[in-house]
């Protein structure tokens, strides 16, 4: 039988049970050790998991045995493993608990801005409210400019009675490529970048994240938005889906490899 040992922060092993023995024995794992071995739930101290070493003669230590049934070693599961502990063996971080092992990634997550708690999807509904939020915000902006350059070009147009050069069609059709594409690309690659979300989202207090809870970068928001026109493509069955995905992903999410969670 195969032992694992909990070491400065660290997995080692494997080991023999005999092996485990004697590294008890010269005082190298200690009755809190934390020990695991293939079959078990959790992690749980070298004192618990192997009650032999209180009793040479193989029968389970009356002080072991009531503290693992009755309670004595108080368990708290780990907030990212999921795994149970002895509370003396985890670092608690404001309302989470964080296993030895769990520990370097945990803050490492904490240092790139990932999300380490528990995640709510954001449903299809709630999502659709933020979507005609934008869809207002966008159209607003967009009928001013375009009033605008109607203005600008009537006045052109009617100095010329009409006549328009084909360079002048050109720079019409760029103008117009700008207001329609670019313009809703750089309202969500940036704010969404910047901020975890447009100010739609932001209004119902939605945040878009990576699969790993980080922030998405505006590479990544800006595949997300034109994967997104994909979704309205085809009839928005690309967003739809959302509603019946486990995680709450549409069709860009999945391309994207985005949550959408409440904040």
Request: proline residues 3%; contains cysteine.
């Amino acid at each position: 039988m195969q032992w694992y040992y909990a070491e400065n922060g660290r997995q080692a092993g494997p080991v023999s049970e005999l092996e485990l023995d004697r590294l008890h024995g010269e005082g190298k794992v200690s009755d809190s050790t934390l020990v695991w071995r293939s079959g078990m739930g959790d992690w749980q101290p070298y004192g618990v998991a192997i009650p032999s070493a209180r009793d040479p003669g193989g029968a389970p230590a009356v002080g072991a045995a009531s503290a693992a049934a009755g309670g004595g070693v108080e368990l708290v599961e780990c907030s990212q493993c999921r795994s149970r502990f002895p509370l003396g063996d985890v670092l608690r971080y404001g309302a989470d608990y964080v296993c030895a092992a769990c520990k370097p990634t945990y803050f490492q997550r904490i240092r790139e801005g990932a999300d380490t708690g528990e995640r709510v999807y954001a449903g299809f509904w709630i999502r659709l409210g933020a979507s005609m939020i934008d869809g207002l915000v966008l159209f607003g902006a967009i009928i001013v400019l375009v009033i605008g350059l109607v203005l600008v070009f009537g006045a052109v147009l009617d100095g010329r009675r009409g006549r328009v050069s084909g360079a002048e069609m050109l720079l019409f059709q760029l103008i117009a490529f700008f207001v329609y594409i670019v313009i809703p690309w750089l309202y969500d690659a940036v704010f969404t970048s910047r901020y975890g979300g447009t100010p739609g989202k932001l209004l119902l207090r939605l945040c878009v994240i990576r699969d790993d809870g980080a922030k998405i970068s505006f590479g990544r928001a800006t595949g997300r938005f034109f994967a997104k026109m994909l979704s309205y493509m085809i009839l928005y069955i690309g967003c739809i889906i959302a509603a019946f995905d486990s995680e709450k992903r549409a069709l860009h999410d999945h391309l994207a490899g985005t949550r959408v969670i409440l904040r």
